[in-house]
């Protein structure tokens, strides 16, 4: 069936660098996204969403965009901080059921000094 | 504090033997939802219920039951038929009316031997 997918499952970004985590979907009915980060042994924590009638989002120093032409999620950490090193998940909601999610595979972040 | 309790945090079990996994709520949220999490691997959906007394199968839904009695609880029996029943185990929680994203617990990472 259709997924959500990510391009790298490893990041090294060095501190204070910028870093982006891609992701690709293939469900053209999604309707909302999500990014999540993932310490190890925790469970998932929200980071932020977006709706699919818009292509950008904006947190604290963080940064989501959607292009639903080419089906692409990306999230934009600033200043990446030692703490950022996780796991990011993108995830989905292919709209047949509010809160059934779709999870790419995940792409680990490592902060170097 | 509000937020989702999941225990135990490390459950270990031998072949052929059910066990139960415990997730509680106090966040008022209608839906829950139960996922797996795989080495390396995203989350896989493997029950939900949106409203007390009601449930449905998600993607991996075979050799595991739920109930949900209270809509604090939605407790997941992973049964003697799942094949491979070591794994990090999830539970979210989520308010339908306001479209929030879900909220996770910190997990229960079940051993079978």
């Known amino acids: 069936g259709e997924s959500v997918g990510l391009h790298l499952p490893t990041l090294s970004v060095q501190e204070g660098d910028n870093s982006i985590i891609n992701c690709a979907y293939s469900n053209s009915a999604s309707d909302y996204f999500i990014w999540y980060k993932q310490e190890s042994g925790k469970g998932p924590q929200f980071i932020i969403d977006i709706r699919s009638n818009m292509d950008k989002r904006q947190g604290q120093r963080v940064t989501v965009l959607l292009n639903k032409t080419v089906k692409h999620l990306s999230l934009q950490i600033a200043a990446t901080q030692p703490g950022d090193s996780a796991v990011y998940f993108c995830a989905e909601n292919t709209g047949d059921s509010w809160g059934k999610l779709q999870f790419g595979a995940g792409t680990q972040v490592v902060v170097t000094p | 504090d509000g937020g989702i309790t999941q225990s135990p945090k490390y459950l270990f079990r031998k072949e052929g033997q059910n066990v139960t996994l415990s997730c509680e709520q106090n966040l008022n949220h209608d839906a829950m939802y139960w996922y797996r999490q795989d080495p390396g691997q995203g989350l896989r959906l493997i029950y939900y219920?949106?409203?007390?007394?009601?449930?449905q199968k998600g993607d991996i839904a075979e050799g595991y039951s739920v109930s949900r009695e209270k809509k604090e609880s939605f407790p997941l029996t992973v049964t003697s038929a799942q094949k491979n029943p070591t794994a990090f185990y999830l539970c979210?929680?989520?308010?339908?009316?306001?479209?929030?994203?879900?909220?996770f617990g910190n997990g229960t990472r079940l051993t079978v031997t």
């Open positions: 219920s949106q409203i007390v007394n009601d449930f």
């Open positions: 979210a929680s989520g308010d339908r009316r306001y479209n929030s994203p879900l909220h």
